[in-house]
């Protein structure tokens, strides 16, 4: 059972006589920060080997990374099991660690001094790595003290430096972290719950520049509409432009990362523009570099975003042609621009339709069995509201069955009462349903003059009234002049119905 | 334990001990596959055995009957009601089987006519293998379309002189010019579009959608397949019922297609002396019976036998009331043309697509076959278009008028494209095309699609996609999208694998293609 232990204690003993090791190391880091004090990444890029070299760094930085992890884990496990045979390994793992630090810390300045890179969160970096290698070496030291001396002298400050080490690895990756992947990659998804706890700002307000949406409290998921009449002094530039730029091209030219010497993070430096000059010439897309970059085909080589980022979308290279060509002003509104595409919706944020409708599933159920209908969730989201269904048997959706349904009538937003057996008694009870979206009366008993009360339904988008006994010309104006409300049928007008034969069909 | 087994493997499954039945537990099975017939387990099974309250259960049962059967499969509870709100509730897909000619329809390429037969630049082929069809051919002579294009609409939308009805709703379109696919022989492309997977075997979208959402109305099934007169006979593809068929879904899923001649439905009609009670008691038994050998083996095929019973028991009721077009008024045969009231014409099924939407069936969907232009592209193409154009334009039209299209997603194309070059000899008049996988032109209308917009392009020779290239998966991510559904969300679990219509590949939503 002492076998290891001696091992070990022999294995030291002998390591312990070799300072030349640590002296090598040592200058081998102050050579580095010399390096990169004479020669700090400018932003030029430079296509030489050096380059190809500098692509490993992302790859070898992973060593130092893992291993100070496990480090202070064996270092615990040990202290436990007095005498396992993993004892002697920090030390060697600390070797490799620092070995791999000051080795990662060199493809990191060859990648940024030769790779174009420059800006402030490049530079913390390079030095962050530097400072990294160093503690691992003084760790490396300390660890060889520790081991002869133990608590005793200088081997105290072994325990205290390897934390310093981890916490400036921590510190370090994460800043690579961000030059790959943006400055908001952790906590862009991050739970609003968690990231309030944290003092973090709420998702999506990270670009101090772009307009904050105007907040509407008490409604969840009410929709961003940026293009709202009280937003028409808000400028294109800041609506369209800016925010596209944010997503797709800032993780490489911002402050923080300045590839090409191109910074689009103001207006004044995209129009002053980069190595390859001007990024926007003002009313000329073929002289502007950015829109030419943007527009090749994907695999081009001069293709931006480069690498695989995600490509602006076609509406946003829109916008950013239009912009262009009106003379990219940073100050036109957003009026200006009236045949530019509308943004598309938030995907997965929808307007809430109705209150949550999960209180009222079981009574829900129990009216859907009684009344020998159906109440179906629009979707999971529990505000999109529930339809009342009677294809599979609309004989049996009756006035009273509307009437039964009371209960529900705040999150009932569609009502598909095709071919039922309603008449305008029924309609009387619909019209207390005040968050009903889409009324469905195709082939009902319903007349003109049961339609008033719904005109109460503010909400009401859709009032299908096809093959109904509805007189249209009965129709009470409070219904046919809302705007925002499509009764159908439709006329032959507004449908261009138009059944003679084209012109063009003789053939 | 299962030592007896080996000598008799059968022993079990022929055992006829009343009420001692074997289990599926007792089978000589591998546990793998006992796991996966637990998991294939009905919610009634699962809810009665588990008796646990679950919130969730508690939504199940509200949905009724619009909860897909495979609540069992209770690692994808989200495929119990759409995931979000969804756009469309039905769709009806008029597909255009054997491959329509992008260049002669939707995929306008004027600089075309000036170059009538030149060689196709090798530059553009870029040494893609040709079909054994034309490889052989010594020049690939390019064909430009004899017929015109035209602009429409507000949108100024090119339409081709072979659709001047469909061009009057130029304007409810999204015109996709940029879809490609691998496959590029006619059974591998349109199992591909249809089911998304290139080998038979996996679900069409029709079942997925059936399958995510359920039917709106128990009376008919929630996937109708219609299959039309053709009115050119040459190159013909078949058509089988693996392209409409359930996959590893439950049967039930699948669709029914209504014949174009005879009875809509086979043997739906009770034959003579048989009166409606009779049938109904003779249901009523062999139910019984199933419902018997469930209990014991819980094998969700039975249930879904009987719930085909059953279905067919009510399509004796609903399906005649669905294929009586005597109510209709003029205003229908104004639109749909004269040859709607000929059953098993396009022009009919686009009615009958429209009377399904209507009674709320999820998915129609109407074959035209013959697309397969191999030769004698002008001629086919102007008999195939004028049969297919003011159907389809009836279709968007009366759709509109009923307040339907808000609701309902109508989607139009082939499988794949087709060449630029000739295949044989090339006439101005005469002349034929070849398969073509690196492009083709589909539209879509309706359900929160963009109205009168064109998406993707081609280059010069329409060969090959210079913008917004739509794969197939992406086009059913976003066909999936519209009805609410998040296609890496929508699986069912089979051979161990979380199955799903858009396969293994990455698909995205085509965001661009909505309003």
């Known amino acids: 059972m002492s076998e290891p232990a001696e091992f070990s204690h022999r294995a030291t003993r002998r390591r312990h006589h070799r300072p030349l090791a640590g002296i090598f190391w040592f200058s081998a880091i102050v050579l580095l920060a010399l390096l990169a004090l004479a020669f700090p990444p400018d932003g030029q890029q430079r296509t030489t080997l050096a380059q190809f070299f500098g692509r490993f760094h992302p790859l070898v930085v992973h060593f130092p990374v893992a291993l100070l992890f496990l480090i ?436 | 334990m299962y030592a007896h087994d080996q000598h008799d493997p059968h022993a079990h499954l022929c055992s006829d001990h009343a009420g001692e039945g074997p289990t599926v537990w007792d089978l000589p099975v591998p546990l793998s596959l006992k796991r996966e017939w637990l998991q294939l387990e009905t919610r009634r099974h699962f809810l009665g055995r588990t008796g646990k309250a679950l919130a969730w259960a508690g939504l199940a049962s509200i949905l009724g009957k619009e909860m897909p059967r495979a609540f069992a499969n209770i690692t994808s509870r989200e495929s119990v009601v759409p995931h979000f709100a969804p756009k469309a509730k039905r769709a009806i897909y008029l597909f255009m089987a054997g491959a329509p000619s992008q260049i002669e329809t939707w995929d306008y390429k004027p600089m075309l006519a000036d170059l009538f037969d030149k060689d196709l630049p090798e530059s553009v082929r870029g040494g893609q293998v040709l079909t054994g069809m034309t490889a052989s051919q010594a020049r690939l002579p390019i064909a430009p379309s004899p017929f015109g294009f035209k602009q429409y609409g507000k949108s100024g939308m090119w339409v081709s002189d072979l659709f001047p009805w469909t061009a009057k709703v130029a304007d409810e379109l999204t015109v996709i010019k940029s879809l490609h696919t691998e496959a590029i022989n006619h059974e ?85 002396g048989i009166d409606g009670e009779a049938r109904r008691a003779m249901i009523d038994g062999v139910n019984a019976l199933n419902r018997d050998l469930f209990e014991r083996v819980g094998d969700p095929e039975i249930n879904a036998r009987i719930a085909q019973y059953e279905m067919a028991f009510r399509m004796q009721t609903s399906v005649p009331e669905l294929t009586d077009v005597s109510k209709e008024p003029k205003s229908t045969w104004d639109l749909y043309g004269e040859k709607a009231k000929e059953r098993g014409t396009f022009a009919y099924n686009c009615l009958m697509a429209r009377r399904l939407a209507e009674r709320g069936v999820r998915f129609t969907q109407v074959f035209l076959r013959s697309w397969d232009t191999h030769g004698e592209v002008p001629e086919r193409l102007s008999a195939l278009c004028e049969d297919c154009d003011r159907p389809t334009y009836g279709l968007i039209t009366d759709l509109k008028r009923r307040g339907l299209l808000d609701d309902t997603l109508v989607i139009w194309g082939g499988e794949f494209g087709r060449t630029v070059y000739s295949q044989g000899g090339l006439k101005r008049d005469n002349y034929g095309r070849d398969h073509h996988p690196r492009c083709f032109s589909m539209w879509m209308a309706g359900a929160g699609v963009k109205r009168g917009f064109t998406y993707g392009e081609t280059d010069d020779f329409s060969y090959n996609i210079t913008k917004d290239p739509v794969h197939i998966r992406d086009l059913h991510a976003t066909i999936l999208h519209q009805f609410g559904l998040d296609h890496n969300k929508l699986t069912f679990k089979f051979q161990g694998l979380d199955q799903k219509m858009t396969g293994v590949l990455p698909a995205e939503v085509i965001y661009d293609l909505l309003a």
Not at chain 1, 83 to 112: E, K, M, N, S, Y
Not at chain 1, 151 to 168: E, H, N, R
Request: charged residues 20%.
């Open chain 1, 72 to 507: 202070p884990v064996i270092e615990v496990y040990a202290l436990f099991r007095r005498g396992h045979a993993l004892r002697g390994a920090p030390a060697f793992l600390l070797w490799i660690a620092t070995a791999t630090a000051i080795l990662g810390t060199a493809l990191g300045w060859l990648l940024a001094r030769f790779g174009g890179y420059k800006g402030d969160l490049v530079i913390t970096h390079m030095w962050s790595g530097c400072l990294l290698a160093l503690l691992c070496l003084l760790a490396l030291l300390l660890r060889r003290r520790w081991e002869v001396d133990g608590l005793y002298g200088l081997g105290l400050l072994y325990a205290p430096v390897l934390l310093l080490a981890v916490g400036t690895m921590v510190f370090t990756a994460h800043q690579g972290g961000q030059l790959i992947y943006g400055d908001n990659y952790l906590i862009e998804y991050m739970p609003p719950k968690l990231r309030s706890l944290l003092g973090l700002p709420a998702a999506g307000a990270t670009l101090k520049s772009a307009p904050q949406p105007p907040s509407t409290p008490g409604a969840p998921g009410a929709v961003n509409r940026e293009d709202s009449k009280q937003d028409t002094k808000v400028s294109f530039y800041e609506a369209r432009i800016m925010p596209a730029l944010d997503r797709t091209c800032l993780s490489c030219h911002s402050p923080k990362k300045t590839k090409g010497g191109l910074r689009l993070d103001t207006y004044a430096l995209m129009m002053k523009g980069g190595d390859s000059g001007p990024a926007v010439v003002a009313g000329n897309l073929d002289d502007s570099e950015l829109y030419r970059r943007i527009t090749l085909p994907h695999d081009d080589e001069e293709f931006m975003p480069g690498g695989n980022k995600k490509p602006l979308s076609a509406t946003e290279t829109k916008w950013i042609e239009l912009w262009i060509a009106a003379g990219a002003s940073e100050t036109a509104p957003l009026s200006e621009f009236s045949q530019a595409p509308a943004p598309p919706e938030k995907h997965g944020e929808a307007v809430a339709w109705a209150p949550d409708y999960r209180p009222k599933l079981d009574e829900a159920k129990a009216l859907a069995d009684r009344l020998g209908i159906r109440l179906v969730a629009r979707s999971q989201v529990p505000t999109d509201g529930l339809i009342v269904r009677t294809a599979s048997a609309p004989s049996h959706c009756t006035d009273d069955v509307l009437a039964a349904l009371a209960p529900l009538a705040d999150v009932i937003v569609e009502a598909e009462l095709a071919r039922t057996r309603i008449s305008d008694k029924g309609l009387a009870a619909v019209s207390s349903w005040k968050n009903l979206r889409h009324l469905d009366l195709t082939a009902t008993a319903v007349t003109a003059e049961g339609l008033r009360p719904v005109a109460e339904l503010t909400k009401l988008e859709t009032l299908n009234l096809t093959d109904s006994r509805v007189d249209a010309a009965k129709l009470p104006p409070i219904l046919t002049q809302r705007a925002g409300l499509a009764i159908y049928p439709l006329t032959q007008d507004d449908v261009g119905v138009d059944v003679a034969a084209p012109a063009a069909s003789a053939r």
């Open chain 2, 188 to 272: 591998p492309a349109i199992l591909q579009i249809t089911t998304g997977n290139m080998f038979a075997g996996k679900p069409s979208l029709g079942s997925w959608l059936s399958y995510g959402l359920g039917a709106m109305n128990d009376e008919l099934p929630s996937f109708v397949v219609l299959t039309s007169k053709m009115p050119v006979t040459k190159n013909v593809q078949a058509l089988s019922n693996r392209l409409w068929s359930s996959g590893f879904l439950s049967p039930e899923h699948a669709a029914v297609t209504l014949r174009p001649g005879g009875d809509p439905v086979l043997y739906l009609q009770n034959p003579a």
